[in-house]
Structure formats: structure tokens, C-alpha cells
């Protein structure tokens, strides 16, 4: 049976392979975490490429609100809000159209749909071009008129007017005509109608069936809430609102890549927590061996008997904190935020290394 010392000299043994197994297990990790920092974090090209990208976008948008002295005059509306809404307004106009287009197309019921989707969907895109066109008109950074901004949203409202009042004549004529007349080519049927009473009568013809007049009275009221989000959702000056999306688009796009470096550094974790778990309990219970034995002989204890395992297993959480300093130092430039700037440290913070022999 081995004496008290020797089971002393044996925990202290143990305790000696232990910490020499957490060193290294901690190493093999910290390997994995330079190199995922390296390559997707904050010392990769694409890391630093983004990052003065996003610093000079915010500094051009300082410059711009400097000389204009005044906040956006945009609204922000959230991009996943006009979606949404413009998808609801195409699932709500498809089934009045689906009457007219199941006879031009003369297919099932998804093409028309399809089809009753697809023209919703580009009216409202051409709206919230022709609002954001509009808006734009008068430039005050540059102090000139874009005179093509005014001819684009001119254009694409008259192109909108001879939609409407198309597909408003076109139902109305698959309303009232008989089904053995009806034709497929709406579009020769429209332009009869209007060469033989002119535009406004074939209109105001059509209009006064039901069905066509409330189509003709979503298109419009779909058209004119395009063009009002679109014109209130945008500043006033092209140049202003050019530098505001590059800031945030800037600003996604770095915080996406923290996030993808974020979820690399979890998963190193996971991958090695618990093998350095097991060996700093197996060190612990060690550690507390060899203090009792030397207690019990009245042995004073060393600096080997109080090492606190925390001071080598750093890295990790300390990658997860640079992160969170990262992203909150690129916070992009909001309309609240532009009159209030702040000075960030340009360097990038460095890892320590921690010498573990």
C-alpha cells in the first residue's frame, strides 16, 4: 500500500499530465480560431476591403450633411413592409383579372394568376421608380435640376395611364361581351373600341361597368401608394441618398460577415469544450488532492497549487467581445444618428498571444 507522500507525488503527476493536456487542447483550438480570423474576421481582405469601404461611405455621408446641414428628409420604411404590402395588393387584384386573362390566355388557372401577378408587380415597380424619380427633381447638394429625372417620371406615369385604362376597357369588354364573340386579341378589341368613340368615351364607357371600375380603382389607388412610399421613403437630394444606401448596404454587408465569423467561432467552441472541459475537471480534482495530503503533513503550499486555469483559456471569449466592438463601431449612418458623429478608433484590436509553455 503506497504511503501518503506517494499518493501526493502521484497527484501531482496527474495534475502535471492534466494541465499539460489542457494546455494543449486550448492550443489546438486557438489555432482554429487564427485561422478563422484570418480568413473570414477581422484581419481577412474581404474583412478590411469592407470596412473601409463602410468608413468611407460614412464619412461622405458626413461631408454631404455638413454642407447640406440638415438630416434626411426620408422616412424609413422597412424594406420587408413594402414587399409585403405589394405582394398582398397583387394577391388581392388577381382574382378580377383572372376572368379576363383566363380568356386571352386560354390556359389553367395558375397562368392567369401568374400572369395577373406579374403585371400588378411591375405597375407598382414602375410607380416606385417614377416617385423616386420625382422626388429627386431638384438637387440641393449639387444645386441643379435633373431634367431627366423629370422625363423619366413623366414617361413612366403616361406609360402607367395607357395600362390602366387599357386593362380597365379590356375587362369591362370581357364583362359585357357575349361568350361566342369573345376574342382573344384584347388588344385589337381596345383599339376598335377607342377608334370607334375615341379614348375619354370608351373610358367613361367602361367605367361604368362594376367590375372594371374597381379594378381601374385599385390600379390607381396601387400606383399612387407606390409612388407616395417611394417619394417620402427617399431624401430629396440624389446625391445625399446615393451615400445613404452605400453607408448602409456598406454596413450589411460587414455585419453579415461578423455574424458568419461569429457562428465559425461558436462552432470552434463547440468542437472543443468539452475535451478542455474534462481536463480542467480532471486538473481541479487533482489539484485538490494534492493540497489535502499537503495540508495534512503541514507542507506549505506553492505557486503550482493555486493556478488559475482562466488566465489560459482567453482567446475564445475575447474573439467573441472583438466582435461585438467591431460591429458596434460600423453602426451605419441613420437619419437620427447624422448630427451627432462620432470619432472611432481606425486600428483594429490585435489578439494577444499567450505563451502557455
Given amino acids: 500500500m503506497s504511503s501518503p507522500l506517494d499518493q501526493e507525488?502521484?497527484?501531482?503527476?496527474e495534475r502535471a499530465r492534466s494541465l499539460a493536456s489542457y494546455k494543449a487542447a486550448l492550443d489546438a483550438r486557438d489555432e482554429e480560431l487564427a485561422e478563422a480570423r484570418n480568413s473570414i474576421g477581422p484581419t481577412s481582405t474581404r474583412w478590411f476591403a469592407l470596412d473601409s469601404e463602410s468608413k468611407a461611405a460614412q464619412g461622405t455621408c458626413q461631408?454631404?450633411?455638413a454642407t447640406l446641414n440638415r438630416l434626411t428628409d426620408g422616412k424609413r420604411i422597412p424594406h420587408w413592409f413594402v414587399v409585403v404590402l405589394a405582394l398582398g395588393f397583387a394577391a388581392l387584384e388577381a382574382p378580377i383579372n383572372k376572368f379576363m386573362l383566363d380568356n386571352i390566355l386560354r390556359g389553367n388557372n395558375f397562368d392567369s394568376y401568374a400572369l395577373s401577378l406579374f403585371l400588378t408587380l411591375i405597375m407598382l415597380l414602375l410607380a416606385h421608380i417614377a416617385g423616386t424619380q420625382a422626388r429627386q427633381i431638384k438637387g440641393s447638394y449639387e444645386d441643379r435640376m435633373y431634367w431627366s429625372k423629370l422625363a423619366v417620371s413623366l414617361i413612366i406615369l403616361a406609360v402607367l395611364a395607357t395600362c390602366v385604362g387599357a386593362l380597365t376597357i379590356g375587362r369591362a369588354y370581357?364583362?359585357?361581351?357575349?361568350?361566342?364573340?369573345?376574342?382573344?386579341?384584347?388588344?385589337?378589341?381596345i383599339q376598335t373600341r377607342i377608334h370607334s368613340v375615341g379614348l375619354w368615351a370608351a373610358l367613361g364607357a367602361a367605367?361604368?361597368?362594376q367590375a372594371a371600375f374597381f379594378l381601374a380603382?385599385?390600379?390607381?389607388?396601387?400606383i399612387a401608394g407606390a409612388f407616395f412610399l417611394a417619394f417620402t421613403s427617399h431624401d430629396s437630394d440624389v446625391v445625399y441618398q446615393a451615400a445613404l444606401d452605400k453607408a448602409e448596404s456598406s454596413r450589411i454587408r460587414l455585419d453579415n460577415m461578423a455574424r458568419k465569423y461569429d457562428r465559425r467561432l461558436a462552432q470552434i467552441g463547440r468542437k472543443r469544450y468539452r475535451k478542455i472541459q474534462n481536463y480542467a475537471a480532471a486538473y481541479g480534482a487533482q489539484n485538490a488532492e494534492v493540497i489535502s495530503h499537503k495540508r495534512a503533513r503541514g507542507a506549505a503550499l506553492t505557486d503550482d497549487d493555486h493556478v488559475d486555469l482562466s488566465v489560459y483559456d482567453f482567446l475564445l471569449q475575447q474573439a467573441r467581445n472583438e466582435i461585438a466592438r467591431e460591429s458596434n463601431s460600423k453602426a451605419s449612418i441613420r437619419p437620427k444618428d447624422l448630427g451627432h458623429r462620432e470619432d472611432h478608433a481606425s486600428g483594429t484590436p490585435?489578439?494577444?498571444?499567450?505563451?502557455?509553455?
Fill in 207 to 209: 367605367l361604368s361597368d
Fill in 174 to 189: 370581357y364583362s359585357t361581351a357575349p361568350d361566342a364573340f369573345i376574342s382573344t386579341n384584347i388588344f385589337s378589341e
Fill in 9 to 13: 507525488v502521484h497527484f501531482e503527476r
Fill in 350 to 357: 490585435q489578439v494577444i498571444a499567450m505563451d502557455r509553455k
Fill in 217 to 222: 380603382s385599385l390600379n390607381l389607388a396601387g
Fill in 63 to 65: 461631408d454631404i450633411f
